[in-house]
């Protein structure tokens, strides 16, 4: 089951409604719209395409709105691309023109009066750098300093200078709304300069009465990363966007900085997203390139959340073979990290507060027992998020009432969301999860689970109960001799007379104790439980001899157990429950 996150960006390669279908049966957790290049109206048929099918589906994908942000694009061109050549001159204007292979357009107005002589001006993620010679009020001339081709809005980057760009737009204004009235999970908050930026947002989403969308804060700028101790304090997750981020920052400086900001966020319990290029090559090709891949497992070795993919799924020729791809490499990445070693190796302060402390002790008691699976029942998301802060080897499967909070817990490392009921006390309220949990395949019975909830039942933020759990109905329990399990029908005898009488072959004999009268008896039984004995005893001694599944001192079995009954017996653990699961011989 893999633990690593994947975000898929929707575009024009995934508009067919089957092409959408396989990548939510593929593994896309959460579906991300990017707003800085269509409208409102082309995404709302996205969205509701992924309304339909997760619905359909029974999938919790949730849906992820991406700003257009403070931003600066060229407008038009006269032709689809133009070439500006290395040495030649070149315009950047704030009047409204159509651009040619000599000028054009800009979106920011006031960006000729904000540079100055020799800054330096990158366009298209840097492919194009451009010179300043001098400036107007409307122009700025420049020299070409690095040529290529270009297309109409494409990005404009000022590295090193502050623009006054609002941080918030009229545009961005109108998409909040859109994302409010389209009950989407979340916002990505593109060119976060500092906390003052998010908190804006969240005022913006008070003006419609939203409180449930969660702000992702995309980390891009050089001010961003300044400020990423308090841009984290007033966030709900980070993106490390290291598209515009290596062109605002020296490219040698990007793997540095994307270890710093992961390792930041995932301390403070936050989401953590890696975002950008990661396989790019996918875009044209089937294939990504050894570097790709070996780029998707170091964003997990470094405790990533999630791992997106941008073009490869919006505008590539292979967009679900590209996330079959990143999930295959996740996957596989996954079972070489080392969950105990680093679990106790940890070098994050905890917080003093009860959540905090139980989601620790969750995650200790489930190492210490070799627990199958954590289990939370939360309100918020908020345990299931400080679970998975601390990474731990098992699935963390967190159960909810409200489908909101379900579609953004699927963004949390390792935590799988699930949908159950309001129950009226803690005794319900596990079994139920427990039993969701099992229907959906989950965990079988006889598994061992770490559960934890909170008193009062409802109220968000009082996680302060952990319970141990075995799942399934546990019928008798003693000292298990053998390691193996089996499955079978039950055969009750009061003593070996009848045991000689009533014994099928393939039986799994239940009796007080044995002795060679009935060896033929065992050698034919699919397992033995016994009330009376030890290690020492008859039973145990034949039992490790033909290496058949054993229990001795399991007291009342033969009151408590009935001849006929279907039963799982796992010496491993020394237990019996009811119920066939998956045994090995």
Same mark, same amino acid.
């Given at each position: 089951? +893999? ?33 800085? #290049? ?10 509701? &395409? ?16 991406? %700003?257009?942000?403070?931003?600066? +694009? ?26 040619? @292979? ?15 002589? *020799? $800054? ?5 993620? *840097? ?13 700025? #001339?420049?020299?070409?300093?690095? *040529? ?32 409010? +009235? ?17 908190? @804006?947002?969240?005022? !913006?989403? !008070?003006?419609?009465?939203? #409180? ?78 050894? $570097? ?6 170091? &964003? ?18 292979? =967009? ?10 996740? @996957?596989? %990445?996954? +079972? ?63 159960? %909810? ?12 490392? *390792?935590?799988? =969301? ?13 079994? #139920? ?91 034919? $039984?699919?397992?033995?439980?016994? !009330? ?12 490790? %001899? ?10 009342? &079995? ?12 796992? $010496? ?14």
């Amino acid at each position: 089951m +893999r633990k690593t996150k994947i975000i898929c960006t929707l575009g024009p390669a995934t508009d067919n409604i089957d092409v959408l279908r396989q990548l939510m049966l593929a593994g896309m957790d959460v579906a991300r719209l990017n707003f800085s #290049h269509q409208t409102s109206a082309e995404q709302k048929v996205r969205a509701d &395409a992924v309304k339909k099918l997760r619905s359909e589906l029974k999938i919790p994908v949730a849906l992820l709105l991406d %700003t257009k942000g403070p931003e600066i +694009r060229v407008r038009d061109f006269n032709q689809p691309k133009i070439t500006l050549k290395t040495g030649e001159n070149f315009t950047l204007t704030s009047r409204d023109i159509v651009g040619d @292979e000599t000028i054009a357009s800009i979106t920011f107005a006031r960006l000729p009066l904000e540079v100055s002589t *020799g $800054a330096r001006i990158l366009i298209d993620d *840097g492919l194009i750098e451009l010179k300043v010679l001098s400036c107007t009020e409307t122009d700025i #001339h420049c020299s070409v300093v690095n *040529g290529g081709t270009i297309s109409a809005h494409k990005g404009i980057n000022v590295p090193g200078i502050n623009l006054s760009l609002p941080f918030i737009s009229e545009k961005d204004k109108e998409d909040i709304a859109f994302a409010v +009235r389209e009950d989407f999970d979340f916002i990505a908050a593109s060119f976060t300069r500092s906390a003052k930026d998010i908190i @804006e947002l969240r005022t !913006e989403l !008070e003006k419609h009465n939203c #409180h449930k969308i969660r702000i992702i804060a995309k980390i891009e700028n050089s001010d961003g990363v300044e400020n990423i101790d308090d841009i984290i304090r007033v966030s709900d997750g980070i993106m490390v966007a290291r598209g515009d981020l290596g062109v605002e920052i020296p490219l040698q400086e990007i793997p540095v900085i994307q270890k710093k900001l992961i390792k930041k966020a995932y301390n403070a319990g936050l989401q953590v997203i890696t975002a950008t290029q990661m396989l790019d090559s996918m875009i044209k090709n089937p294939r990504p390139t050894r $570097a790709e891949a070996t780029d998707v497992a170091n &964003a997990i070795y470094d405790g990533t959340s999630a791992i997106m993919l941008s073009g490869e799924t919006a505008a590539g020729n292979y =967009p679900i073979q590209s996330l079959k791809t990143m999930a295959t490499i996740a @996957e596989r %990445t996954e +079972r070489d990290i080392d969950y105990k070693g680093r679990f106790e190796k940890r070098d994050f302060t905890e917080q003093p507060n009860v959540t905090s402390a139980i989601s620790h002790a969750t995650c200790t008691t489930a190492q210490d027992l070799g627990a199958v699976a954590i289990m939370t029942v939360t309100k918020s998301g908020r345990t299931a998020r400080m679970i998975s802060k601390y990474r731990p080897e098992c699935p963390i499967i967190s159960g %909810t009432t409200d489908p909101t909070v379900q579609r953004q817990m699927n963004l949390s490392w *390792g935590v799988v =969301p699930i949908m159950m009921d309001e129950k009226d006390n803690t005794d319900e309220l596990f079994d #139920h999860v427990v039993d969701v949990a099992r229907n959906q395949g989950l965990v079988k019975n006889g598994d061992l689970a770490v559960i934890t909830a909170g008193v009062p039942l409802g109220v968000s933020g009082t996680t302060n109960l952990l319970k141990v759990q075995l799942v399934g109905d546990v019928l008798v329990s003693g000292i298990g001799v053998t390691k193996g399990a089996v499955c079978g029908n039950l055969c009750v005898c009061a003593d070996e007379d009848e045991a000689l009488k009533n014994f099928k072959d393939g039986d799994i004999l239940v009796i007080p104790q044995t002795s060679n009268k009935i060896l033929r008896i065992i050698k034919s $039984a699919a397992g033995i439980i016994t !009330e009376f004995g030890g290690m020492n005893s008859h039973a145990a001694i034949v039992g490790l %001899t033909l290496d058949k599944p054993v229990i001795v001192a399991a007291e009342n &079995a033969v009151q408590i157990l009935k001849s006929g009954t279907t039963v799982t017996l796992d $010496a491993s653990r020394g237990i019996v429950f009811s119920g066939i699961e998956k045994c090995t011989l």
